[in-house]
Structure formats: structure tokens, C-alpha cells
């Protein structure tokens, strides 16, 4: 068997599918023999400056009527430009193929149950908890807990105490809009900085927890409010990687329109966008709160689904395979609602 192979679970069919992993022999060189052998060198690749060069080289220098490849990219990776709102023709680097909007309300339908927590983003996800007691339990391989919403927020680390979590790794063809997983008023948002590691599987489980070294912005909302989704207190957290410059928060209450900048206080509507990455890959974590959600079934059985070769597996030296989501489509619900889901905890 190559084991170089990651599959995952194509949720919308149950079909098993073999990711191809962009860069991905230029990823294992470096997170083998330079992170081993060049300590100095490491650290430069992983740098914000070396992301936005990466980016701007990638993206930005080449524009997509002069390079051959990029066409080639966007066949193979099977990106629907028949999805957007502005006119492909109108592309002019890659970087406008990776910032694209999309008709969300048309192509990425939302069920209309105001309990339900959807998907912050197009990505492969896999759901974990903090409690020992979980059939789920995941501890300190994707990302440190305490280092992950940050070494002083006391209050938040209590708060997600024992509680779960959905991790959704985007990829660099995806759409790179995440939207809201619940509604809900945000009660605090702030910055922590990182370095800039890939979401590639392979760092996942060559070093320990990659995604709380990145930089990434941790969002709380207070769910338990009225016209929230009522599942408690909510962090979102959005990590950047490798080639991604920037997270720019650009809430829209109405489709992509009037976008503003995120603060205390507002209250945000599940389903609508909250933020674009710029180019690259990236990572969001969703974490809850004790109790407070019940997963949906199929993305719990597929994690165990036999026959299925990850990276992860290999790592966790266990079964754990990815589910493909779609962008607001159901991932769970308050836990005291009929969903076809199970609590993750005891």
C-alpha cells in the first residue's frame, strides 16, 4: 500500500475518495529532513513573511490568461466557477479564483431549524471531545487546548472545559468564505499569533499540535440569547497556514453585501459569511461547550468507517477518517432536540 495515500468520506454519496494533496512532496521534505537537519531554515519556511511571499508568487504574480497551469489547477481540482457571483471571465489571477463568491443561498442550502449547528466551511471535517470519558476522545494532537485560545484566557479555557470540538481543514481549491455555525451574540474576539504550518495531514502527525502554533483569530458567542441557536457558548476559531496572508472579518447579514468588521456586542446570524482567508489553505476549529450539542450520526460513524487509509489513522495509531462538508449544511444540534445525533461525552 502507498503510504502516501489520505482518503476521506464524500459525505453526499458515502464514497471513499483519494485526496490529492497540493505541494504535498515539498510538505514532507520539509517537515522530515529540514525541520530535522535545518532548525533556522524550519522557521524561515514557517514565517508570515515566507506565507505571503509563497501567496504572492502563487497567486498573485502570474495572471490566469498567461499560465496554463493555473486553467489546469482549476479543471483538476474540480472548482465550479459556474457557482459564482461575478463573471470568471472577469478573473484575473488565481487569487480572484481563490477569493470567489458564490450564490451560498442557491448552491449551499441551509435546513431551516433554528437549533442546528451547520458547517462553518467547505472542508474535510472530523469531530472530537476533551472528555476522557468520550468515544471521541481527542488529546493534544491537532492542537493544544490552553494554547489554542490562548495561555491567559482562563475564562474560556474553563468554559470548554470536557467539551467537543469540529475541525474543518480547507484546502486550496475550496470556497475560502467561512460563514457563521450558529447565531448568536459575540461576547469577545481576538487576535493570537503563529507561525504559518501547513494543513496538510502530514504535519498534523509529524508534529504536535500544529493548529494552536498558527495564527488565528478565536471568536466567542454566547448562543443562549434570544434569537441564538441555543447550544452555549460557542468558539470559532479561524487558523491561517501556509500561503495564507491574512483572515479579514467581513460579517454580512444579507448575502455578501455591506460587509463590516466584527466586534462586541453584534449579534450574528448562523449561516452568513463571517470571513475570507486569503490565499492558501487553512484550518477552522469550532469548539462547544459540555453536553450542549449532539453530533450528527454520519459523521461520528464514518471516523471508524473500516478500509479507509488516512495519514491520521496512521498517526492516532486508530481509525479517524474525514467526512467532506459543504458550507451550512447540518453537523449537529442542541442536544435536547431530536437530530439523528449523539452526545459525544460519558
Not at 490529492?20 to 525541520?35: A, C, E, K, P
Not at 509529524?206 to 498558527?214: E, F, L, M, V
Not at 466567542?220 to 440569547?225: E, F, K, L, M, Y
Not at 496572508?245 to 468588521?261: A, H, T
Request: net charge positive; hydrophobic share 35%.
Amino acid at each position: 500500500m502507498n503510504t502516501h495515500i489520505h482518503q476521506y468520506i464524500e459525505r453526499k454519496t458515502a464514497k471513499v475518495k483519494t485526496e490529492n494533496l497540493f505541494g504535498d512532496h515539498i510538505v514532507r521534505f520539509i517537515y522530515s529532513r529540514v525541520r530535522e537537519d535545518a532548525s533556522v531554515l524550519f522557521k524561515a519556511l514557517t514565517s508570515a513573511r515566507m506565507s505571503q511571499l509563497l501567496g504572492y508568487v502563487n497567486y498573485d504574480s502570474v495572471t490566469i490568461s498567461r499560465l496554463a497551469g493555473a486553467k489546469r489547477f482549476v479543471e483538476m481540482s474540480g472548482v465550479d466557477l459556474g457557482e459564482c457571483i461575478d463573471n470568471p471571465g472577469t478573473f484575473k489571477s488565481l487569487r480572484d479564483v481563490f477569493e470567489r463568491r458564490i450564490r451560498y443561498w442557491e448552491t449551499r442550502p441551509m435546513a431551516d431549524e433554528d437549533r442546528t449547528v451547520v458547517s462553518p466551511a467547505d472542508g474535510k471535517m472530523l469531530i472530537g471531545s476533551f472528555s476522557e470519558t468520550s468515544l471521541l476522545f481527542l488529546k493534544d494532537k491537532f492542537f493544544n487546548y490552553e494554547e489554542l485560545l490562548g495561555e491567559s484566557k482562563k475564562q474560556w479555557q474553563n468554559a470548554f472545559h470536557e467539551g467537543n470540538f469540529a475541525i474543518v481543514r480547507l484546502t486550496p481549491e475550496k470556497y475560502h468564505y467561512n460563514h457563521m455555525p450558529v447565531a448568536g451574540m459575540v461576547v469577545d474576539i481576538y487576535e493570537l499569533p503563529g507561525s504559518y504550518h501547513p494543513c496538510n495531514p502530514t504535519v498534523t502527525v509529524t508534529i504536535a499540535t500544529p493548529c494552536s502554533k498558527n495564527k488565528r483569530v478565536v471568536t466567542i458567542i454566547d448562543t443562549d440569547v434570544e434569537g441564538g441557536t441555543g447550544v452555549g457558548l460557542v468558539a470559532m476559531i479561524e487558523i491561517v497556514a501556509l500561503m495564507i496572508g491574512d483572515i479579514v472579518q467581513c460579517y454580512s447579514s444579507v448575502r455578501y453585501e455591506n460587509p463590516v468588521d466584527i466586534g462586541k456586542g453584534m449579534f450574528l446570524l448562523k449561516g452568513q459569511p463571517k470571513s475570507l482567508y486569503r490565499p492558501g489553505s487553512s484550518t477552522d476549529i469550532v469548539l462547544f461547550q459540555k453536553n450542549r450539542i449532539s453530533f450528527s450520526d454520519d459523521l461520528i460513524r464514518n471516523m471508524y468507517r473500516p478500509g479507509v487509509h488516512t495519514r491520521f489513522t496512521r498517526g492516532f495509531i486508530r481509525p479517524l477518517v474525514e467526512t467532506e462538508v459543504n458550507v451550512r449544511t447540518t453537523i449537529g444540534a442542541a442536544h435536547d432536540i431530536s437530530c439523528k445525533g449523539n452526545i459525544i461525552n460519558g
